[in-house]
């Protein structure tokens, strides 16, 4: 069920019933990039999947919001949707905002997922590349992001054997507003180390990426994972940086597992 709360700038997709599991989709998706998880996880569970503002079905962001904002509008949502404690999930972008929300609200997270993220801040160049990023987009229009993302996004196996899988991703990429792509990057840009954060995580954690995620690697997850108390860290074969979309299946039976122990 899609649904629209006024006063909360955000979109958002429930199904199921139960304790609830809130996950934050990546740059630039939007929540219809959790399809694949919806019938492993609404088994005893609601999944709430948000819209950052400007992504899929939520309207524009402010001018240039920071990460913060992003967490304060999935805590407004937790608010007017009167949801208390949540197992909190977010892949890459969604970490990054992840991470703010357990700063700005830790009491109402029992549990936690972070998929295909990391906890640092860009480097430099990485800041750079943001900045070009954003005055293309602003320039020449959403579409150049099929041009630059596609391959960063997708394992050479989902890019060679699986269109299904890249034409879904090339459609919700075109679905967001070049307004909402562009503050997100600077949001991204400007956003603090969580890299402190990790060894204070007292939640139940699964870190989950893909063995050819370049953006996230295998081994920058496995560091970030060693840093959270208890954490079990899992790598998906055949999956670039949206492991859940590549490798559904492996993403689901680990989502699952860590769903039935809490
Ligand atoms: C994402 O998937 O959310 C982005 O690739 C994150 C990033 O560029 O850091």
Known sequence: MAEHIRGVPLAYISHGAGTPVVLLHAFPLNARMWSPQVEAVAEGHRLVTPDYPGFGRSPHPPAQPDVRYYAA???GLLDRLELGRVVLGGLSMGGYVAFECLRLFPERVSGLILANTRPDPDPGEAREARKEMAWRVGEEGIGVLIELQMQRLLSPTTLE??????E???AMILESSPDGVVAALGAMRERSDSTPLLPEI???TLVIGGEDDSISTPEVMGAMAE???GARHVTLPGAGHLSNLENPDGFNTALGEFLARL
């Not at 054997?161 to 890249?166: A, E, I, L, Q, W």
């Open 73 to 75: 509008c999935v805590g």
């Open 161 to 166: 054997k699986d269109p299904r899988t890249v």
């Open 168 to 170: 879904e991703v090339k």
């Open 202 to 204: 007292n939640v139940p």
């Open 227 to 229: 840093k959270i108390p």
